[in-house]
């Protein structure tokens, strides 16, 4: 039985641990240090919590790491010192939001250990089955091929560190550049008295996002480090990184609001009008 070590088991990270239990894999990870959140996701998701991450690391056979993008370089050091101190030599699939330079900080910083680059596109499985997993790196047929039960859709690009993480900044920077868009536009709309008649405009021509502005908000501190490793990935490529620079003062904003409050799991649906109200008053 192929054993898969989670790292961390949140919101998403748990998600991806169901699929892979509903798919016959042992699926391990530990909360040592983590939020009451993380407990009551991963053993909502049938996870094995062990003690330690050294217990972790030293059980897995592939180890996922998925973190908010501004920890994944720190969260890579740490598993790199206790794989050395434990001796565990498991595969380390970075799955996290960043950009082909802070890929490369995360390989050097797992030097010695087999490092597959990945990143994902879609909600967890336990929210909506779908997602896609791109994975590149010599390794990443290995983690491609694990018990996914159908819940996600792996992808492999290649054998170069680097790559899946840039389609993720290429493809989160169309997807949260006009969640964000469509924010703005809402809270422009509100102050303005045409909430009702610019959604229904951008309804007309498909554009109407307005669902999906509730709950990205609970995420938004999380993507103000993505949207900044956007703009790097765009410096990277010879691009101005202004645009997605001012997405992340966009996203830093509305973190401070009433409506970045509670979990994306659990946030209550809201109209448009409720939103922009909570958009409007602090946290």
């Known amino acids: ?42 053993e909502a998701a049938g996870l094995e919590l062990l003690p330690r991450l050294a217990d972790v690391l030293t059980t897995a056979d592939v180890v996922l790491s998925v973190t908010p993008p501004g920890q994944a370089v720190a969260t890579a050091q740490t598993i790199a010192e206790v794989a050395h101190e434990s001796g565990a030599t498991p595969v380390v699939a970075d799955l996290n939001a ?22 994902i596109s879609g909600p967890p499985p336990t929210a909506s089955p779908g997602a896609r997993v791109y994975l590149s790196g010599v390794k990443a047929e290995d983690v491609a091929a ?35 868009l469509v924010t703005q536009a809402m809270r422009t709309a509100g102050r303005h008295g045409v909430l ?9 021509n498909g554009l109407d996002q307005s669902v999906g502005v509730g709950r990205s908000a609970t995420k938004a501190h999380r993507f103000v480090d993505e949207m900044l490793e956007i703009a790097a990935t765009q410096a990277d490529a010879g691009l101005t990184p202004a645009l997605f620079s001012a997405f992340a003062e966009v996203y830093a904003q509305v973190a401070t609001t009433a409506l970045a409050d509670g979990d994306p799991e659990s946030i209550s649906t809201l109209s448009p009008t409720e939103m922009v109200a909570k958009l409007e008053r602090h946290a």
């Open 98 to 119: 960043v950009s082909p330079p802070t890929m490369a900080e995360i390989e050097k910083a797992l030097a010695g250990l087999p490092v597959v680059d990945g990143s």
């Open 196 to 204: 009702d008649e610019v959604l229904a405009d951008l309804a007309r």
């Open 1 to 42: 039985m192929t054993t898969v070590g989670i790292v961390s088991p949140g919101y998403m990270g748990a998600g991806l641990g169901w699929a892979l239990r509903e798919g016959g894999a042992r699926v391990v990870a530990t909360v040592r240090g983590r939020s009451a959140r993380t407990r009551r996701l991963a």
């Open 146 to 180: 694990l018990p996914w039960a159908g819940k996600i859709e792996p992808v492999v690009l290649g054998s170069a560190i680097g790559t899946a993480s840039a389609l993720k900044m290429c493809t989160a920077s169309v997807y949260k550049g006009l969640n964000a």
